[in-house]
């Protein structure tokens, strides 16, 4: 199974992106699906997931209130809606699909076996 990606792109500050993320190749059952970020020299950082059993989101506390996570399980896509979005945003973004059940929570990236291949996206002041 692969993720694939897409909707980055340059957006001034306080403009809105939507990305979104959608498995080919086999269904996967999944515990749910995420987006990570990584800005240039720093770690891989947690954005959103949502959890398929209950529909249940998270998201890093920086992002909460100006970024919503939707998806639909039958599908395997996951959407990222960002808005009013800010320089410090500006990173490559993941979507990741955790296909089993795992001691981890979403919010950790070892609870995601399947990464897609990232979107830049990048913000102006």
């Known amino acids: 199974v692969q993720l694939q990606a897409s909707g980055g792109g340059l957006v001034q500050a306080g403009g809105s992106l939507r990305l979104s993320c959608a498995a080919s190749?086999?269904?996967?059952?999944?515990?749910?699906m995420g987006w990570f970020r990584q800005a240039p020299g720093k770690g891989r950082e947690f954005v959103a997931a949502?959890?398929?059993?209950?529909?249940?989101?998270s998201y890093e506390d920086s992002v909460k209130g100006r970024f919503t996570i939707s998806g639909d399980r039958a599908k395997n896509s996951v959407d990222l809606q960002m808005n009013r979005l800010k320089p410090e945003d500006t990173a490559i973004y993941y979507c990741?699909?955790?296909?089993?059940?795992?001691?981890?929570?979403?919010?950790?990236?070892?609870?995601?076996?399947?990464w897609g291949q990232g979107t830049q996206v990048t913000v102006s002041s």
């Open positions: 990741a699909a955790a296909s089993t059940w795992s001691s981890r929570t979403l919010s950790e990236p070892p609870a995601y076996d399947v």
């Open positions: 190749g086999r269904t996967l059952s999944g515990f749910g």
């Open positions: 949502i959890r398929w059993i209950d529909g249940s989101t």
